[in-house]
């Protein structure tokens, strides 16, 4: 059989694999603790799911609008623009399934074939698929771990030339938990002004930010009119099931996308949009007490991580993530993954699982109760000791 060049380049989720993996592990008996796959450990805030319900209930399960239902646009635009300090109107907002599509989308949209589209490395799976699927050529950025894992503005300025389309950026980030700085943004908002360039900012991870709030690129100088804010309701209420996530760009973007949402997705699922409905104009102090509740497990596992010999762990400042080095123990990061699963029963994922940029890391979940976070220190530490280092 072949295939359109489009999807030969495509390749799974390192998540998905480590998972299926782990659970067949955990069918021959073996107890596994899992900090591979990247959602919420909490359920759904009660009125959320509640209005979910309610809304099956009295019948909004038939198609919707394609950019989603006019409400939620208009709440997204409020409560998403108050966040970033930014003016949005509801017809800049595409509602669809999942954050995964406003990526996707856009992208289609705005790469032609051959355009370069820079992104970073290591960097969530999907910005290397989707640019492949556009045709456009992936230029990968390293990141520097000094520099809580933001680009590499010297490796960054070089990518830059006249084939750059577009340029993504993920902060807090997955797998990373960088946030970037104001100074960073700065650099990166002036080449694409200058430039002319599309930024494309994955913000899914803005509100689980533990030490300063999160800064929008889009709220800089003469940046609103070229970002696409990514963002959804799949992390901040635990909601990744439901499948609900948006997008913000420009207006005439957003009727492009909407476009393409309407001959692929059709819709996105009326009941859940009305539980994201519920979701903005509910109580936020679930979201609230779960930053705090994260907080202190990012510090607990961050410090014990930081305990074991040979690992070199920084402070996330977002999201759930950790990347720790682990370049002391001279293996591949795919090697050490294998082992820690074998030997510890951790589940974990390999740094390279998000770029050949993620060699000498591991990427680790802490969105697991403290009590299984403990658990997998200690295994981590009889494990990796076990080990020789360099
Ligand atoms: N962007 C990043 C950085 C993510 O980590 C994820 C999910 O893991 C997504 C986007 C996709 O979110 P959703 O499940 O809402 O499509």
Known sequence: ???????????????YHM??????????????????????DVPAPEHVTRAGIDAIQAGHTRYGPPAGLPALRQAIATAAGQQRGIEVKASQVVVGPGAKPALFFPTLALVHPGDEVIYPDP????????????????????????????FNLDRFDRALNDRTRAIVLNSPSNPTGGVLSRAVLEHIAAAARERDLWVIADEIYARLAFDAPVISIASLPGMAERTVICDGFSKTYALTGWRLGFGIMPEALAERVELLL???IGCTATFTQYAGLAAINGPQDQVEAMVVEYKRRRDRFVAGLNAIPGIKCRLPQGAFYVFPNITAF???????ADYLLEEAGVALLPGTDFGSGGEGYLRLSFANSLENLELALDRLTKALGKLDRQ
Do not use: C, N
């Open 1 to 15: 059989m072949t295939f359109a060049d489009r999807v030969t380049q495509l390749t799974a989720e390192g998540a």
């Open 123 to 150: 960097g969530f799976p999907t910005y290397a698929a989707m640019i492949g699927v556009a045709q456009g050529v992936p230029v990968p950025v390293p990141l520097d771990e000094d520099h809580d894992f933001a």
């Open 330 to 336: 001279g293996r591949t990061s795919q090697w050490l």
């Open 262 to 264: 309407t001959h692929s």
């Open 19 to 40: 998972l299926a993996r782990a659970q067949a592990l955990e069918a021959t008996g073996r107890h596994i603790i899992h900090l591979e796959v990247g959602q919420p």
